[in-house]
């Protein structure tokens, strides 16, 4: 997945160029093998366990039972469609899901942004020492292939690219409703919004109509699925809940009532990924126009993924890599801090996030902070003499040509 054509020979000095490409390399390699490790060491304790809680539940279901009140220990928490399309894989289930669980890892594997999302992630398993990709896979867990699924297709190159997009989007929010903020991904690919407005509108539409009739088409199911939900994520305890992950609504949900609580989770995400966002785009002008774009590809997927309310361990690989992905973008950059600065930055974080007790939350909070800090300091850095050069236009330019 690393190349020569991975970094712009003539945008970068050899010595540089060699440097940071041999450092992200040896990351990699590194990361690869952590990854490795914690895959297997986890997977003695819990391999597919929610394979098997998918499994048996459509054996209750398909049996005459309560997919969502008869099974002991982890709850099913899928919506009544999804319980029936389950239901006619039949004790197939199992193995359907896991040549879908194959082919979506081999799609994002084959595209460009997204191969990097998967190389950074890695990265970030050592560089802010973490098992999350790790854990994610070996649970067995729908969530982290849907995620592959959806930025999978926002990758591909098709002259339908926006209505595969958007279908993919349509089915998985389905499935998981908040994956449908996939949508303001597209804002960031596609210039022709005008379009894209278009079949986000008709796309909403057609997913709140299927989403609300299961009220009224499956009264009993539906009844089950809100009753699962509420005893597995929240039940009966004070606070944000038992099982809603660390997204910022916990954080407000341990102060405040759990609608304030929500309320103030997306006003905090929403200003601060609009500002991050902002943030991107000024940088732009700055780099090459593939840097840019990436750069603004995982900023994006920050905010996505942020939105979640219930953001848990499916969901925190996408904010390391996004941010590990941030990070070595700008740190690949020409003229911006050392090359020796650089390589003690990220030998320092790594030995830090592994040798010092650093609490789930803060490897989830400190890494995209570290990339927005690094964001604003190369603007600003960056800034100051396009002003200048642009007051004296006598001087030779430094800058790239976008």
């Known amino acids: 997945m690393f190349n020569k054509s991975f970094y712009p020979l003539k945008l970068i000095p050899l010595k540089i160029k060699v440097d940071f490409f041999k450092l992200e390399k040896s990351l990699l390699v590194i990361g690869t093998i952590l990854v490795i490790f914690s895959f297997f060491k986890l997977w003695k304790i819990i391999s597919f366990w929610d394979l098997d809680v998918y499994q048996n539940a459509i054996n ?32 197939n289930l199992s193995l359907s899901l896991v040549l879908f669980y194959l082919s979506s890892s081999l799609s994002i594997l084959r595209q460009r942004l997204g191969s990097q999302l998967i190389i950074y992630s890695i990265i970030s398993s050592l560089l802010f020492y973490n098992d999350f990709i790790a854990k994610s896979i070996a649970t067995g867990n729908l969530t982290i292939f849907l995620h592959f699924s959806i930025i999978s297709s926002a990758c591909v190159r098709s002259k339908k690219h926006i209505e595969l997009f958007l279908l993919t989007v349509a089915i998985c929010s389905l499935i998981k409703p908040y994956l449908f903020a996939y949508v303001f991904l597209g804002f ?135 941010s590990a992905g941030i990070i070595c973008t700008l740190f690949r950059q020409q003229k911006f801090l050392s090359m020796k600065f650089k390589f003690y930055s990220l030998i320092l974080t790594g030995l830090s996030f592994m040798f010092l007790y650093v609490p789930v939350i803060y490897k989830i909070y400190i890494p995209p902070f570290l990339s927005y800090f690094l964001c604003f300091y190369y603007y600003k850095n960056n800034r100051f003499s396009y002003d200048y050069l ?10 790239r040509e976008i």
């Open 60 to 91: 209750i279901f398909n049996s005459g039972g309560s997919a969502y009140s008869d099974l002991d220990g982890l709850k099913f928490v899928y919506a009544p469609y999804t319980l029936i399309l389950f239901s006619l894989l039949g004790s």
């Open 188 to 322: 960031t690919l596609w210039p022709n919004k005008r379009r894209y407005i278009k079949g986000i509108v008709i796309t909403a539409i057609l997913v709140a109509f299927l989403s609300a009739s299961q009220l009224f088409l499956t009264p009993d199911l539906f009844a089950g699925f809100t009753e699962s939900l509420f005893a597995q994520a929240i039940g009966d305890l004070d606070g944000p809940g038992r099982d809603v992950g660390l997204a910022p609504y916990w954080i407000f949900g341990n102060f405040l009532d759990r609608q304030y609580a929500l309320g103030l989770h997306f006003i905090f995400v929403i200003f601060l990924g609009k500002s991050f966002v902002n943030l991107g785009k000024s940088i732009d002008k700055f780099i090459n126009k593939e840097d840019a774009k990436k750069l603004i590809f995982f900023i994006s997927l920050l905010f996505i993924t942020f939105l979640n309310p219930r953001m848990k361990v499916y969901d925190y690989w996408i904010v390391l890599g996004s």
């Open 390 to 399: 642009n007051n004296n236009p006598d001087m030779t330019t430094s800058y």
